[in-house]
């Protein structure tokens, strides 16, 4: 036959068929994660990840109980992304400020998460390495146990809601020039409250919007620090005073 002659249908091989990702509960997660990152945590479904992997929800669930569960796994994949120090007693409050600003920035990569970490407690194998680095890190500052253990509650509130703040601005499409120029404005309406019915609002308007970059992140991230310290060192003082009596 020329070389130059097609072959017949029957003579010609099968076309290749693409190859279906294996159905795993890591694929499932892989599938979650790229869709929040892209469209948010309101395209987050069963459905829509099935359909992402070419095949039906019934199918997920042999992987994956239901959506709490697979929202579980996803915050435990994001805490994984978050670096954990070794513990250094001489440079705590600095291991713990870089931690919380850490996990502020991968839960803001990530739409959604923090508006999920919110509503729970991670339980993870990350999220639990995450945990125990965080006390790991307040229990080397010489912290009273009681306040170690309840600042791990403080922050995982305090970092969620930081983050979601956060997420929220961006998800309102505005560039940071646009939310300066905001604040500007929000300024310039605080000064204009008439005084006499709004003295400290009035008087504090310059303070109230001030603050560049991280500034004010810092000066939450102190006023949380300071205070755990103080009451740590309350209860220590409270329990060598019920010890002395």
């Known amino acids: 036959m020329p070389m130059d002659m097609p072959l017949p249908p029957w003579k010609q091989a099968p076309r290749a068929r693409p190859v279906r990702r ?4 890591e694929a499932i997660v892989d599938t979650a994660m790229a869709i929040l990152d892209k469209e948010g945590l309101d395209a ?10 070419e095949t039906g929800p019934a199918s997920l669930y042999a992987h994956v ?16 992304e978050m670096p954990l120090p070794v513990p250094d007693p001489e440079h705590w409050q600095e291991q713990a400020r870089q931690m919380i600003k850490d996990a502020i ?9 923090a508006q999920v970490a919110m509503a729970g407690v991670p ?5 639990l390495r995450s945990m125990e680095a965080t006390l790991a890190v307040l ?21 969620p809601s930081t983050a979601l703040e956060h997420a929220l601005f961006q998800a309102g499409g505005k560039t940071s020039e646009q939310v300066k120029e905001y604040f500007v404005q929000f300024g310039h309406f605080l000064r204009s409250l008439p005084a006499q019915e709004y003295p400290t609002v009035s008087a504090l308007a310059d303070e109230m919007v001030s603050g560049e970059g991280d500034e004010r992140l810092d000066f939450k991230i102190d006023v949380l620090l300071a205070g755990l310290v103080a009451v740590s060192d309350r209860m220590k003082a409270q329990d060598r005073a019920t010890a002395a009596r």
């Open 105 to 113: 920035n991968t839960f803001v990569k990530h739409p959604g998460v």
């Open 22 to 25: 294996q159905l795993s509960r």
């Open 139 to 159: 229990k080397a500052g010489g912290l009273h146990n009681q306040a170690v253990a309840w600042a791990g509650d403080l922050f995982g509130s305090f970092i």
């Open 44 to 53: 987050v479904s069963m459905r829509r990840i099935a359909q992402d992997l």
């Open 123 to 127: 339980s993870g194998p990350n999220s």
């Open 65 to 80: 109980g239901n959506k709490d569960e697979l929202l579980e796994l996803v915050i435990d994949r994001v805490a994984g």
